[in-house]
């Protein structure tokens, strides 16, 4: 039989025999038969056997005209798989390979040991067979010995009977000390800059039997290495503990990695992305003297990120400890940290500050001057801390430092005034003048201006808001411009409105101002927006998205017929207001024209118009014909829509974990589109929930009546917690009573995760206030049932109303605490009660608060000397002297 039958026929024994009489010619030309059958092959793997594949491969490794020719074939990543690597499998490789000449299998081996990586398991066993079998000299390029170690180390196989070579042992150890090739290739291996030198190997290398290799140098390796890579290898660097000296020896590359280390932190970023790089310098365990040397640095990173902060921290207090740092440093890095947020930087600051004063006497006064840093501290419970730090050490830091101490307990706040007035002899002279509350300048409306007067305004108006302008105005102005123009000229209006016209609007889950997109459409395509059309009615929007798209989809077909000059419930003011002369006005002109407003526009004007008792327009009111007009008339004699309460009954007595608003619902007559009904009518859980965060239009959809919104949108939608607070000062800015839903967003709004959402409900809470319109016993009474419930958890809360208190409206959140302290404190308080009194501590003596609270002065009375008990005496004491005070 032919070689290629004998392959065809899966008979490997059959191919090996036939290789041994073919003459290189022969062996050449059956080279050519088989890369094409090889061809045909790969093409249809599953057809053939693994029999039949080790019959091709054997036949393709045997006609390799010369040693170079089959170190090329050994190399391709196709046939290193499929030779079989280091098992019986591929025994007929050495049967093929034994048939040249042993000068032939050693120019092999060689080539082989240029070339061979790391992983190529098959071709290292059979390259050591070749070693051993031939007695050529061992390779020693970077390739072989990266290989070589790799083989030893975590991918080390057993031979089979058919390969030499090979080493026994349990771990990476065993194997060098039994391995013939140690003594010379380790050295070269380890002192090589280009050898693959995988970090687990220094590590295990490391615990080899002395005299395997100098640890010097392998150290100096493991710290080049480290100081080349990210720091993924410090768990091998713990295995190498190295000696003093060792230590000494490796400065230079340690102190590089230690600068890499440092550079690195300096850059800060996530607990995450940083804590590998802090393990590192944990395991590297730098002496003092290297940490000192780069304690500039140290004191950079106590800006950082806490882990950073921590870590630097440890480190400049332990060299403080031992004086090798100034002085001055210490002073500096109090002033870095101890106005930090974070309590335990600030607590180990100041027991930091309090042994060195401790050790070293004399240095009393500059730490009593750096402590008293933390006496502007947010945190009451740090400032008192900081105060018995300075009393501690008062009388050894002298009488010098008294005058500027005494400056800085002046911001210690009422609670600790007295101990401070005692400690630093201050003199006591009473309460403090009350503060008035610093609240915003109320916000006035803004009028809308008049319609847009070209086709060039109207298509830039329409290019912002479809680019994503969320303001109501620009949103109005430009839809009625649509409408306006589509009437005038609409050919005019299409040219110009084709840069507009060709990108869509971003994908939203929620009808948007953006989907201004399909009525600019509209003006040249009759075809409908599938986006509005397929998603409307579906229960996917907000109940106003709803009204919002029906206004569209209307807005639309007016455009398309150019039946209706203007729109009727283009706003007055930026609130969405409409005032009802102008609505009457234009009525008036719908009825000159001959125009039936679209049902939509009506409801949405009437929904938005501002109701008045001037007699002279319901006068003009009840003089219109048509039957927009009559409707108009009667809407406005009845006071427009009546309101609806939202508060539901014994709702702070009922535990419940969702506190629903009410949402009693009207019966509209005559009769509104169906949008309006679903918005205003009796209360139909929602199917699908709005992910989209509420923008100003759903308040200016109903600008008299934010409390509905509120109660329909806001809670019946799903509050991510990421973006839904944007909505509020809008809300706060719209009319209407604020009832129990508006004040409820504002409850939920305290307990934002996002320190970047908290502003946005401070601001509104600010609004309502100025307007007079915050209940703040309302809103502290809901406050109290969410984070009792754990909707709220209180640290967010004291944060939000720290922020609230910082901008002066101190008599506000006093009132919002007044409020909820005793659903909060009751037989036990709440997890973090003692921060809320602080805060109500600091709040009740700036307003002049006085009276009392029940629940205070029971915690007040009990005994023990806990925060909360400390802080409600401290309340309790405020409240009460204020009250003297007002006697």
């Known amino acids: 039989m032919s070689l290629i039958e004998l392959v065809e026929a899966g008979d490997v024994a059959g191919v090996v025999g036939e290789l041994g009489r073919l003459t290189p010619a022969q ?61 019986e499998d591929g025994a007929w490789m050495v049967d093929v390979i034994d048939s040249r000449p042993i000068e032939w299998r050693a120019e092999l081996a060689g080539l082989l040991g240029e070339r061979v990586q790391t992983g190529w398991t098959s071709v290292f066993a059979f390259l050591e067979h070749l070693v051993h079998d031939t007695g050529c000299p061992v390779p020693t390029s970077d390739a072989f010995l990266g290989s070589w170690l790799g083989d030893r180390g975590i991918g080390h196989q057993e031979r089979p009977a058919h390969l030499k070579g090979g080493v026994r042992g349990a771990d990476l150890r065993e194997r060098l000390l039994e391995d013939p090739w140690t003594a010379r290739l380790l050295p070269l291996a380890v002192a090589r800059p280009g050898v693959d030198l995988p970090l687990q190997n220094l590590a295990e290398i490391s615990l080899a039997e002395p005299g395997l290799i100098d640890r010097d140098v392998l150290a100096g390796r493991c710290y080049a290495l480290l100081s080349d890579k990210a720091p993924w290898g410090s768990i091998q660097l713990k295995a190498m503990e190295l000696t003093p000296a060792e230590h000494a020896k490796v400065s230079g590359p340690r102190v590089e990695l230690l600068d890499r280390c440092l550079e690195r932190l300096l850059q800060d970023g996530t607990r995450m992305a940083v804590g590998p790089w802090l393990y590192l310098l944990r395991v590297m365990a730098p002496a003092p003297a290297e940490h000192a040397a780069v304690a500039g640095d140290y004191l950079a990173l106590l800006d950082g990120s806490p882990p950073v902060a921590e870590y630097a921290q440890e480190i400049l207090a332990g060299l403080d400890e031992i004086g090798l740092v100034e002085r001055e440093l210490v002073g500096e890095a109090g002033e870095r940290v101890l106005l930090r947020p974070e309590k335990k930087l600030v607590r180990a600051q100041l027991s930091w500050l309090d042994r060195a004063a401790k050790r070293d006497p004399a240095r009393a006064g500059q730490v009593v001057m750096a402590v008293a840093t933390a006496f502007d501290h947010r945190d009451a419970a740090l400032r008192e801390r900081a105060l018995a730090v300075v009393g501690r050490h008062l009388k050894a830091a002298g009488e010098s430092v008294l005058p500027e101490l005494r400056a800085a307990a002046e911001r210690l706040g009422p609670a600790l005034s007295a101990r401070a007035a005692e400690l630093l002899g201050m003199p006591s002279d009473g309460a403090a003048e009350p503060l008035a509350d610093v609240l915003p300048v109320v916000p006035e409306p803004r009028p809308v201006p008049g319609p847009l007067a070209t086709v060039a305004e109207v298509a830039e108006e329409v290019a912002a808001v479809v680019a994503g302008d969320q303001d109501v105005v620009a949103f109005e102005r430009a839809l009625d411009g649509l409408v306006r123009h589509a009437h005038l000229d609409r050919a005019a209006l299409a040219t110009a409105l084709k840069p507009v016209s060709r990108e869509e609007p971003r994908w939203r889950f929620d009808c948007a101002p953006e989907h201004l997109y399909a009525v600019a459409r509209a003006v040249a395509d009759p075809e409908p927006y599938e986006y509005l059309h397929r998603r409307r009615g579906t229960g996917q929007f907000s109940l106003t998205g709803e009204l919002l798209a029906a206004r569209l989809v209307e807005a639309g077909e007016l455009v398309a017929s150019g039946t209706q000059p203007f729109l009727l419930a283009v706003p007055t003011l930026s609130t969405g207001a409409l005032d009802a002369a102008v609505l009457v006005e234009r009525l008036a002109a719908f009825e000159g024209l001959g125009v039936t407003p679209g049902p939509v526009d009506l409801a949405q004007a009437l929904l938005r118009v501002t109701p008045t008792a001037d007699r002279q327009v319901l006068s003009s009111a009840e003089n219109l014909g048509s039957e927009a007009g009559r409707r108009t008339a009667a809407w406005l004699r009845a006071g427009g829509l009546p309101h609806q309460d939202s508060e539901p009954p014994d709702w702070d007595t009922a535990r419940k974990r969702w506190r629903s608003p009410a949402r009693p619902g009207l019966t509209l007559d005559p009769p509104m589109p169906k949008e309006v009904a679903k918005l205003l009518g009796p209360y139909e859980r929602r199917k699908h929930y709005v992910v989209d965060p509420p923008q100003a239009y759903w308040f200016a959809q109903l600008p008299h009546h934010r409390d509905v919104v509120a109660a329909r949108d806001y809670f019946e939608s799903c509050q991510n917690d990421r973006g839904w607070t944007a909505a509020l000062p809008f809300m706060a800015e719209s009319g209407g009573p604020a009832g129990f839903a508006v004040h409820m967003a504002l409850a939920e709004s305290t307990g934002t995760s996002r320190p970047a959402d908290r502003g946005p409900a401070v601001d509104a809470m600010l609004v309502l206030a100025a307007r007079g319109q915050l209940d703040a016993a309302l809103l502290g009474r809901q406050i109290a049932a969410l984070v009792c419930e754990g909707g709220v958890l209180a640290n967010r809360l004291v944060e939000t109303l720290r922020i609230m208190a910082d901008t002066g409206a101190y008599g506000t959140v006093w009132s919002v605490l007044e409020g909820a302290l005793p659903g909060l404190l009751g037989d036990k308080p709440v997890r973090g009660a003692a921060e809320l009194l602080a805060l109500a501590v600091e709040c009740a003596s700036r307003c002049g608060a006085s009276g009392e609270v029940a629940e205070v002065t029971a915690v007040a009375r009990r005994t023990g000397s806990s925060l909360v008990v400390k802080n409600a005496r401290a309340l309790r004491e405020v409240l009460l002297r204020a009250g003297h005070a007002a006697r």
């Open 27 to 87: 062996r050449k030309e059956n080279d050519v038969a088989l890369a094409a059958r090889r061809a045909v092959m790969n093409t249809e793997r599953d057809r053939y056997s693994a029999t039949e594949m080790n019959a091709q491969l054997a036949a393709e490794l045997g006609c390799q005209d010369s040693a170079a020719a089959a170190a090329d074939w050994l190399c391709v990543i196709e046939n290193r798989r499929a030779v079989g690597g280091p098992s």
